[in-house]
């Protein structure tokens, strides 16, 4: 008669939440460049390395920019 009452619980399986978020981020190399590092030719060079790599076709599909805002000589340049 327990068993009637108790219920079982499923995850749902679509895919979602399989993998991490897989990609390539500046923080590394704002950190190790400064802050002139950051440009849009770069960002533009990090893609096109990334699919030519053949990690796209793997999942890795973001590009995560990260300015260093949290690096205080990095904030004092920016308000020069």
Do not use: C, H
């Amino acid at each position: 008669m327990l068993i009637l009452f108790v219920s079982s619980s499923r995850a749902q399986v679509n895919g979602q939440g399989q993998l991490p978020y897989l990609g390539w981020s500046s923080w590394s190399q704002e950190t190790i460049s400064g802050e002139s590092w950051l440009t849009e030719a770069n960002i533009k060079a990090q893609s096109d390395a990334l699919k030519a790599s053949g990690l796209q076709s793997q999942g890795f599909v973001y590009i995560n920019i990260d300015s260093g805002w949290q690096n205080a000589s990095m904030r004092m340049a920016a308000r020069r």
